[in-house]
């Protein structure tokens, strides 16, 4: 591809783990009541309607065949053509007994293992023809409560949604347990639970059973337990599914571009012949939650975690037959107390004094608990001050409650995504829609349009007052607790936190919150108004360019992909080249972190007060040619978006309060990085290929010293004093994109084009003679491994475009390759992957099969990919391989022609080039023209040369070969 950003990169967003457990589903609703006879009786008078009560969408047709199952259509034309199709089946962990935890799961995967008309391993060689890319537009997914299985079409045609309807009844009720499948399928199911357990896992299993130990969702995580997995049998299974796949148990959604009544159709003729086995089953009773437990505390000893403190209560689950206004009513107070009470936390990260380096409050809403919590991540692992800024908030907060300017801030906060939301609705995408309608019947509430959705909340909130906010806040914040919860390297005695929380709750009274005004937009202008010199449209791409006095060049491309949704990049400077080599392994985190150091007049928490009912963004990316500010945002937004993004590269801030969190962010980086197979393999192999090299991580030390002044000697120049390119698409009129851009941009002071490129950019090359096997360790869990199976490439460039998506076909084929080998045959992995990385005129290129797996599997998972790969070298490759490949790439990139994120990639540099432009509208021609003689020769070309490989296995069962880091 075209563009392509620093392969090292620190995912600052991981740094802090999120408070609460992803939320799960709860019950869904009972089947529609039949109606009832007429009696010739005079009619009784029609109940009178509570106006807050939601008004279900209109354009969704709903019903509840015979047999009892749910169904909901939808007409909706977006994506053109294509239909989006859900089963949903009532059943999920919670449901399992002792001996079948994670059946629920394991069944999930059956359906992809043979069924009554798909023999196994063809379900791949089914849909892609159609366009499906199995992971991508076929999927499932079990939780507690629910078992949901996804399919996306992008063809709308008669016989694809026939296989389509007839795949989704198999699942309902024709699968297939041969024994054989179950036992390699316990083999992917192990692998899965491998690769998902890391340090993050255990910290969250942990807090899970100390704060709801006798809770059966607990004891129900849907993976299941290693005993009851590999004990599971075909009949095992059988009779689980048999015994909970039932019509009444299950809905149906069909969403696309059809009409209503072809989909209805098709939903009765598939499923209307669905009986159940057997009597119908018992489901689990859910114990009354018992809320006498008072303080209680547990310290967690982790090392490969940033220390966090948390804290929770715990109380019963509202009552599953609540009336929905009310629970409505009692969700929108929820969101509000946790609304103001976050904005209190953020701010704590800019008080040296209370050590915390991030805190945010989060709610977990089981059927059989309820947990609101609040978590801070600590600055310099100083937990203990940490946990007291947290119970002084908290304390604060239920004392006094929240300010009534905080209280309309909130509600208009919250009210600005709703109108968000309703500006969107029309360009809603098909398979959203599908998955949000199946989330609300499994829920048991309402689907609603966001228009129906923004008055119910108005309703809600019309009356509420400070006092009601805090009441909201007592009820939630009772119960069970304060559940105290650490992680840290050097955990204390448990006894200990319970003590810190003490002395915490008896420090001295603390002082009611105090409003502060909201800062004023300190830049009224930028200049006088900026003047488009020329007006050039491009047939090209169909969009048009403008050339204002001052050097901006503005590209434009008007679109109605999204409602009213904008995408916005501003190009500067010369990216990596730039930075040149000694730059480059700290630019990542400096470019992750700048926008924190705000603006020279305002921090970066004013820009959040002052622009909260705003959609706006200011983030960083380095490309190989330039860097980049880019943000999505609205058109009502768009305003606000073009001042901040003027004031960023006019008056940058690289405030010092940046400095206090870094070292924490750092620390947090490396913490993690080393239990991570696949971070060490990658790190190995860069120091394999060249010991110093800049895509390697660098010493911590080195990240440890970073600090604002050097992010501002590494950005402001560019930022300041660079010539821009800004590319603007979405849904807003020329007219109003110009005044915005005229008043902001284009009323900066001119630019002095100059070279930017340093003597020594550093980009990625291989050596001729490649490393040999290069094994590293990390301290993750000892059943973690992973093996980087590497073949070099070429430098890409335009002239080579279709060999570039020969090889990209070629990868997509040893994918399959790996799954059917080294999945479902050998049940020694979850998920292997294999790509291609080729930027033009940039690294070179390479193709890497990356296959987790467990230590003692890697040698013979190494020999699959070997294997598989030398089968491509040697010319075996099909026609029906290669379509199977290219119609799902072909597929995608029909979706991503109609996203504004493509576009204002594609048009980003194009003043300079348009080949961003023509190998997007180029794709598909290129694409078909591939034959087979195309794809045998890149295989015979790339595949046939003896790969790199790298092993990444715990410390404990690494090998005596070369250690790489």
């Not at 391993?121 to 023809?129: H, K, R």
């Amino acid at each position: 591809m075209s563009k392509s950003i620093v392969a090292y990169a620190v995912a600052l967003g991981a740094l802090w783990p999120i408070t609460a457990a992803a939320q799960a589903q709860a019950p869904a609703a009972p089947p529609a009541t039949p109606p009832v006879a007429s009696t010739g009786a005079p009619a009784a008078a029609a109940p009178a309607v509570d106006p807050a009560k939601p008004r279900p969408d209109p354009a969704v047709r709903r019903g509840v065949l015979a047999n009892g199952l749910r169904y909901a259509v939808m007409r909706n034309a977006s994506p053109k053509d294509g239909v989006s199709v859900r089963l949903g089946v009532d059943v999920g962990s919670y449901e399992e007994t002792d001996a079948e935890r994670g059946y629920a799961h394991f069944v999930e995967h059956m359906a992809f293992n043979g069924t009554r008309n798909v023999p196994e391993d063809q379900i791949e060689e089914l849909f892609a023809p159609m366009g499906v890319a199995f992971g991508r537009d076929l999927n499932a997914g079990t939780d507690w409560f629910a078992t949901t299985f996804q399919l996306d079409l992008p063809d709308s045609r008669a016989e694809p949604r026939a296989m389509a309807m007839r795949w989704l009844r198999d699942v309902a009720d024709g699968l297939d347990f041969n024994d054989a499948a179950v036992v390699r399928e316990r083999g992917v199911i192990r692998a899965e639970a491998d690769t998902r357990d890391g340090p993050g896992m255990r910290v969250w299993r942990a807090a899970s059973a100390f704060r709801g130990p006798n809770l059966r969702s607990t004891a129900r995580e849907p993976i299941g337990t290693p005993e009851s997995v590999a004990s599971a049998t075909g009949a095992r299974l059988r009779g689980f599914y048999e015994r909970w796949y039932r019509p009444e148990n299950a809905v149906v959604v069909m969403v696309g571009d059809l009409p209503p009544e072809t989909m209805e159709a098709e939903v009765k003729a598939a499923f209307e012949g669905w009986k159940g086995k057997g009597p119908a089953p018992v489901r689990a009773p859910v114990p009354p939650y018992s809320s006498k437990r008072g303080l209680d505390a547990l310290a967690i000893a982790e090392t490969h975690l940033p220390t966090a403190v948390s804290v929770c209560r715990m109380r019963a689950s509202d009552p599953e037959d609540m009336d929905e206004t009310a629970r409505l009513r009692r969700r929108a107070g929820s969101d509000l107390w946790r609304s103001i009470l976050d904005k209190r936390l953020m701010n704590l990260r800019q008080r040296p004094e209370t050590a915390v380096a991030r805190a945010a409050s989060g709610v977990d809403d089981r059927r059989d608990s309820w947990a609101a919590c609040v978590e801070a991540t600590a600055v310099g692992d100083d937990w203990k001050t940490a946990l007291g800024s947290l119970e002084t908030e908290l304390r604060r907060f239920a004392a006094d409650g929240p300010t009534e300017r905080e209280v309309e801030t909130a509600i208009e906060e919250l009210r600005s995504r709703h109108r968000g939301s309703v500006s969107e609705a029309p360009t809603r995408s098909s398979y959203g829609l599908a998955g949000d309608i199946l989330g609300s019947e499994l829920d048991g509430e309402t689907f609603v349009t966001p228009r129906e959705a923004m008055r119910v909340f108005n309703l809600a909130v019309e009356d509420l007052t400070p006092e009601a906010i805090k009441a909201a806040f007592a009820r939630d914040w009772s119960g069970a607790g304060p559940l105290v919860t650490l992680n840290t390297p050097e955990a204390p005695a448990s006894t200990a936190l319970a003590d810190a929380w003490r002395a915490a709750e008896k420090a001295p009274a603390i002082s009611k919150y105090v409003d502060h005004d909201t800062a004023t937009w300190a830049y009224s202008t930028f200049g006088p108004t900026g003047k488009v010199a020329k007006r050039e449209p491009v047939a090209l791409g169909d969009y048009v360019r403008f050339r204002f006095q001052n050097g901006l060049v503005l590209n434009y491309k008007r679109t109605d992909f999204v409602k009213e949704g904008v995408q916005v990049r501003l190009s500067f400077g010369a990216g990596r080249h730039e930075l040149g080599r000694a730059n480059l392994p700290t630019a990542a985190l400096a470019a992750a972190v700048l926008p924190s150091g705000g603006l020279g007049r305002h921090s970066a928490d004013d820009l959040n007060a002052m622009f909260g009912n705003s959609s706006w963004g200011a983030e960083v990316g380095i490309g190989n040619d330039s860097f980049v500010l880019y943000a999505g945002t609205n058109r009502s937004s768009l305003e606000v978006q073009m001042n901040v993004l003027a004031a960023f590269v006019s008056d940058p801030g690289f405030r010092d309060t940046v400095d206090q969190v870094l070292p924490t962010a750092v620390e947090a980086t490396y913490r993690a990085y080393s239990a991570a197979p696949g971070t060490t393999a990658s790190d190995a192999m860069a120091r394999a290929l060249e010991p110093d090299s800049p895509s390697a991580m660098p010493d911590k030390a080195v990240l440890l010293r970073l600090r604002s002044a050097q992010i501002s000697e590494m950005f402001k120049p560019a930022l300041t004093q660079s010539p821009m390119e800004l590319t603007i698409v979405g849904d807003v009129p020329e007219s109003e994109v110009l005044r915005m851009v005229s008043s902001t941009l284009g009323a900066l002071p001119p630019r002095k084009a100059v070279n930017r490129s340093r003597p020594d950019p550093w980009f990625l090359r291989f050596p001729e003679t490649l490393p040999g096997p290069v094994q590293t360790v990390h301290d993750g869990p000892a059943d973690q491994g992973i093996a980087l199976v590497v073949w070099p490439l070429y430098v890409a460039s335009p002239a080579r475009r279709k060999e570039e998506y020969a090889l990209g076909v070629v990868s997509e084929i040893l994918a399959e390759q790996l799954r059917l080998r080294v999945r479902e045959r050998l049940g020694m992995t979850y998920a292997p992957e294999v790509s291609t990385a080729m930027p033009d005129n940039a690294d070179q290129g390479m193709l890497v099969a990356a296959v987790e797996a467990r230590p003692g599997d890697l040698d013979a998972v190494v020999a699959q990919v070997r294997e598989a790969a030398a089968a491509l070298a040697r010319g075996e490759i099909t026609a029906k391989q290669l379509e199977a490949a290219r119609t799902p790439m072909l597929a995608q990139m029909r979706t991503d022609l109609a996203s504004n994120e493509l576009w204002v990639a594609a048009l980003d540099g194009s003043a300079s080039s348009d080949e961003g432009v023509k190998e997007v509208l180029d794709y598909a021609a290129i694409m078909n023209s591939l034959t087979v003689d195309d794809l045998r020769a890149a295989a015979a070309t790339w595949l046939a040369r003896q790969p790199m490989v790298v092993t990444s296995v715990s410390a404990a069962a690494a090998q005596p070969t070369r250690v790489a880091r």
